[in-house]
């Protein structure tokens, strides 16, 4: 099964928003509710930020917000600053065979 | 607080066997699922595998056949074995805890493995 579909970069001012999308099939994001998101800085691991479509963990702001239509997930970040710039990555549960899956990453640049 | 660290061999020859070995301190390895997840260069991830302290495994069926996973619940440890590398194995390998379903919450630094003669 393909990787999840995902906008090679995006990029924002400082304050403004910017929403990351992440397209699947009706065999995982469109099935489940188990999207994940994730930031990954240069040389680190990645982290997680949202889970469950919508959740943050403790320690994550508010300014990022998940959601889910169909077959497409979202990140929003609201309130851009300047370290949000990384990669970030979707993912999903894909059924009891594929069982996780991944988005290619996207690039988010503050400009 | 949790903390993971991975460990193993940075080179591996081609038709080997890539082992690995994530240790966990700061928590109990029971409870949770743990994977191995690895990053090729410049790429994106990869999830490769799971298991949890019972022992019940799943893997990525790209990869199935090559692929074992272990853990040791009296070292706090979790094993990955790749039979048969080749240099598309080569990545940088993570250990992640999955929290809840689908969510990895705690991961290591990552190790990088190159395959190469």
């Known amino acids: 099964q393909s990787a999840l579909t995902q906008p090679r970069s995006v990029s924002g001012s400082p304050g403004q928003s910017i929403t990351i999308s992440c397209t699947g099939t009706s065999s995982d994001i469109g099935d489940y509710n188990y999207v994940s998101w994730y930031q990954q800085h240069p040389g680190k691991a990645p982290k997680l930020i949202l889970y469950?479509?919508?959740k943050r963990p403790s320690g994550v702001p508010d300014r990022f917000s998940g959601s889910k239509s169909g077959n497409t997930a979202s990140l929003t970040v609201s309130g851009l600053q300047a370290e949000d710039e990384a990669v970030y990555y979707c993912?999903?549960?894909?059924?009891?065979?594929?069982?996780?899956?991944f988005g290619g990453g996207t690039r988010l640049t503050v400009l | 607080q949790v903390q993971l660290q991975e460990s193993g061999p940075g080179l591996v020859r081609p038709s080997e066997t890539l082992s690995l070995t994530c240790t966990v301190s700061?928590?109990?390895?029971?409870?949770?699922?743990w994977n191995w997840i690895r990053q090729p260069p410049g790429k994106g991830l990869e999830w490769i595998a799971y298991i949890n302290y019972s022992g019940t495994t799943k893997s990525n069926p790209s990869l199935n056949s090559r692929v074992t996973i272990s853990v040791d619940t009296s070292k706090n440890q979790v094993s990955l074995k790749v039979t048969s590398v080749t240099a598309a194995d080569t990545a940088v390998y993570f250990c992640?805890?999955?929290?809840?379903?689908?969510?990895?919450?705690?991961w290591g630094q990552g190790t990088l493995v190159i395959v190469s003669s």
């Open positions: 993912c999903s549960y894909a059924g009891s065979y594929t069982f996780v899956l």
């Open positions: 469950h479509v919508t």
């Open positions: 700061g928590g109990s390895i029971s409870s949770y699922y």
């Open positions: 992640a805890r999955e929290l809840y379903s689908n969510s990895f919450d705690a």
